[in-house]
């Protein structure tokens, strides 16, 4: 309508802008409005309000594994800002890794990464290093009776790996056993009879192995 040539006057928040075309692009956020004006000096106004969406952001959290190769890792992905839906992208070790969901559960031991791509494809990332702790291992010296009769025997039992401190569960001939111990620590147990002796060496986070001497 009105009368040809039109001329334009946008302002935006309310302040005057260089641009006076008829549209405008590569705006930022902000409430346009334009003022057009036609040959016998008619005027009409009209306004758009132009938003856009929250900082995009990605963060995790982690667990590592309880036990050796426990295998029961998680990440736990938070993403922020955007434009949803989101797609992920996951790699471990810097090799392609077949999991696109938010989280990871159950997961081994590794470098984890992932790149998070929202519906304007615009892509954000975060990465987590999973650990877990060394083999739990148990190993023992014994030293049988001396003669005939005797309750003299000994079992010392070495450690590593795990997450200390240990816990110590003895049987003797497949029997619950409560030894004599030396210093009362349950890894040096004294006065033995012959048999046939296991130890269950549990760790702070529940991880167990056994070792086993006859004396």
């Given at each position: 309508g009105g009368t040809m040539p039109y001329s334009f006057s946008w302002t935006k928040d309310g302040e005057q802008i260089a641009d006076q075309t008829e549209d405008l692009s590569g705006l930022q956020a902000g409430y346009y409005e334009v003022t057009v004006t036609d040959y016998n000096d008619c005027s009409t106004t009209t306004s758009v309000t132009l938003t856009e969406p929250d900082a995009f952001g990605v963060t995790n959290t982690s667990t590592n594994l309880t036990c050796y190769q426990s295998n029961d890792g998680?990440?736990?992905?938070?993403?922020?800002?955007?434009?949803?839906?989101?797609?992920?992208a996951w790699v471990k070790d810097d090799q392609f890794y077949p999991e696109s969901s938010e989280d990871l559960v159950d997961i081994e031991a590794g470098t984890y990464e992932v790149t998070v791509s929202d519906a304007n494809g615009y892509a954000v990332s975060t990465s987590a290093t999973i650990t877990q702790p060394d083999e739990l291992i148990a190993s023992n010296n014994s030293w049988n009776v001396t003669c005939n009769g005797d309750?003299?025997?000994?079992?010392?039992?070495?450690?590593s790996g795990g997450t200390a401190p240990y816990n110590y569960t003895w049987t003797k001939d497949g029997q619950e056993y409560q030894p004599e111990t030396l210093y009362g620590n349950a890894d040096y147990i004294v006065s033995l009879s012959p048999g046939n002796y296991e130890v269950t060496v549990m760790d702070d986070n529940g991880c167990s192995t056994t070792t086993s001497a006859t004396i």
């Open positions: 998680t990440i736990d992905v938070t993403v922020t800002g955007g434009t949803p839906p989101y797609e992920y309750g003299n025997g000994e079992i010392e039992v070495y450690v």
